[in-house]
């Protein structure tokens, strides 16, 4: 059956590239909303964004999304991976300006502020969107690949030069909570010169040693070090299941980003959609349903973190 969050649930913080105040409310929603922005600052006509890949317009660092009258709301990947990792199918995110406020840097506050609110089933069934055949994207030397799965597997393969974070590989099954258990706490990451370039182009005013695990060669220069030996790329498998969320239904398939990032992800969904035969959409039999992401988790699951 479709889900929603039981009762309104707040977050504040400040947004990664303003460094200003920012607050969002995840409010209950009926089956068949899906999941979708509201900007509390503007008219309420224009106000609404949904949650939809043929939303996202091109953003260097986060995912940014627009609706047809030009309202925005950015860096949506770490509130949807929690949405959809705790298995959230409906709900409205009002937020009182162009950013989702990046507290640590992971979905952590997001999962833990969902779950001790609770998930309300709702009396419809889920639409799932199941892969056909293999679907592929490029961008130099990086790519993304969707290929047919009896539920959401992630793969994730970085390649770095600093040594902190170097090469690193990760699959996982979504199933079962494992998003909440092994990656909702993975936080952003980025290298110093990054840091250092982005800080002088006006960019990124709200990032902290304590929002992202910031590296420096074979440092880590974020006090309390990593939270994962591997955390890196748990971080790049949370954004891509916070960016295969914008498909609109829970995937059944199998997605695999080599050196990916959030324009790539968002490719892979417009060349999915854009190919009728790559999937079809189904309503979930009980057996389908116990395989999608957020089904079994329980509040005990979430990871302490510091
Ligand atoms: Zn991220």
Not at 23 to 51: E, K, Q, W, Y
Not at 69 to 74: D, H, I, Q, R
Not at 121 to 134: D, N, Q, Y
Not at 281 to 301: N, Q, Y
Request: net charge negative.
């Amino acid at each position: 059956m479709q889900t929603t969050i039981k009762t309104p649930v707040s977050f504040e913080g400040v947004g990664l590239h303003s460094g200003k105040p920012a607050r969002a409310t995840i409010l209950p929603a009926a089956a068949g909303n899906g999941i979708a922005f509201r900007r509390s600052d503007m008219v309420l006509d224009h106000a609404m964004i949904p949650a939809l890949w043929s939303n996202v317009r091109q953003s260097p660092l986060c995912t940014l999304l627009e609706n047809r009258y030009g309202a925005t709301v950015s860096t949506v990947e770490h509130i949807m991976a929690a949405l959809i990792g705790c298995g959230i199918h409906n709900a409205i995110v009002e937020i009182d300006g162009p950013e989702i406020p990046i507290l640590d840097g992971s979905s952590a506050a997001f999962v833990r502020g969902i779950l001790s609110r609770g998930v309300q089933h709702l009396g419809t069934p889920v639409r799932a969107l199941r892969v056909l055949e293999t679907v592929e994207v490029r961008r130099g030397q990086a790519w993304a690949r969707l290929t047919p799965h009896d539920s959401l597997m992630i793969e994730f393969d970085i390649e770095f030069e600093d040594a902190a974070i170097g090469n690193q590989k990760k699959i996982l099954n979504m199933s079962n909570g494992s998003f909440v258990r092994e990656l909702s706490t993975s936080r952003t990451f980025c290298r110093k010169a990054d840091v250092d370039m982005m800080r002088s182009n006006g960019l990124a005013l709200g990032g902290t040693l304590e929002n992202a695990v910031v590296v420096d060669g074979a440092r880590v220069l974020s006090p309390g070090g990593l939270r994962h030996d591997d955390e890196a790329v748990r971080h790049k498998m949370l954004d891509a299941v916070g960016d295969l969320g914008l498909a609109g239904m829970p995937i059944l398939g199998h997605y695999h980003g080599f050196r990916a990032g959030h324009a790539l992800t968002n490719d892979l969904l417009c060349e999915l959609f854009s190919r009728p035969r790559s999937f079809e959409t189904l309503l979930c039999d009980e057996t389908t349903a116990a395989r999608l992401p957020g089904v079994g988790v329980h509040w005990g699951e979430i990871p302490a973190v510091a």
